[in-house]
């Protein structure tokens, strides 16, 4: 079974620190993404990656950055947190780009910023 | 813009009854379709998934309906059981990488 870990359920942070939310998957995955959820928006897509040392912003890049240095691990960095960005955090890996392969979610991180 | 809608954000349907999730898209360069489910505090997992080459696809009490002249579809559970209770995204895909989600509709199976 594919599997994806995020490093924290919950965290609370303060405003203006730099926050970083981890990501692993199991399963050799090449793409990787990081997407928030909100009440009444959904799920939205913050940044992906396909391969390792590669990005691309999503839909609401703004006030994130990412890092994939290992294949496995994706990194979502919040530079200087801001309230705006509580928010529940997911993660997800696929395989390949064949539209039918399933995008696999881990646990989320539900982060806040006081 | 969203190109993947989920007008309802509710629906609540008695146990043994039918339960329909509508979805709608505005993307016609979409080639699969897929539904999540989610509980509070769990990462969303894969439901059923239609490729836009069909209009009908099935798995146990799950069925999914494509009409893509109407760029709609729906997501059919029969009979719906209290553990279906949860969030229903819809998402689409454009032979890439990065699913579109709709906003998600938040279903409720009463006893």
């Known amino acids: 079974d594919v599997k994806v870990t995020q490093s924290s359920r919950y965290l609370v942070k303060r405003t203006g620190e730099k926050v970083f939310l981890e990501c692993v998957q199991d399963?050799?995955?090449?793409?990787m993404f990081w997407y928030r959820q909100d009440p009444g928006l959904g799920l939205r897509l913050i940044y992906f990656?396909?391969?390792?040392?590669?990005?691309e912003k999503g839909d609401i890049p703004e006030g994130y950055s990412v890092s994939r240095e290992k294949k496995e691990r994706f990194s979502l960095i919040l530079e200087s947190a801001s309230t705006n960005q509580t928010s529940m955090y997911l993660c997800?890996?696929?395989?390949?780009?064949?539209?039918?392969?399933?995008?696999?979610f881990g646990p989320g991180t539900r982060l806040t910023v006081l | 813009d969203q190109q993947v809608k989920q007008n309802s954000p509710s629906l609540s349907v008695q146990e043994g009854r039918i339960s329909i999730l509508n979805c709608d898209y505005t993307n016609s360069m979409f080639d699969y379709f897929l539904w999540y489910k989610k509980y509070p505090a769990e990462g969303p997992t894969f439901l059923i998934s239609?490729?836009?080459?069909?209009d009908k696809n099935e798995d146990g009490r799950f069925t999914v309906f494509l009409n893509k002249s109407a760029k709609h579809l729906s997501l059919h559970i029969v009979p719906s059981q209290p553990g279906d209770s949860a969030v229903y995204f819809c998402?689409?895909?454009?032979?890439?990488?990065?699913?579109?989600f709709g906003k998600g509709t938040s279903l409720l199976v009463t006893p």
């Open positions: 997800a890996s696929k395989t390949g780009t064949a539209s039918y392969n399933e995008q696999f």
């Open positions: 239609i490729s836009s080459i069909k």
């Open positions: 990656s396909y391969d390792v040392k590669m990005k």
């Open positions: 399963m050799d995955h090449e793409n």
């Open positions: 998402a689409a895909i454009n032979s890439g990488y990065a699913l579109n």
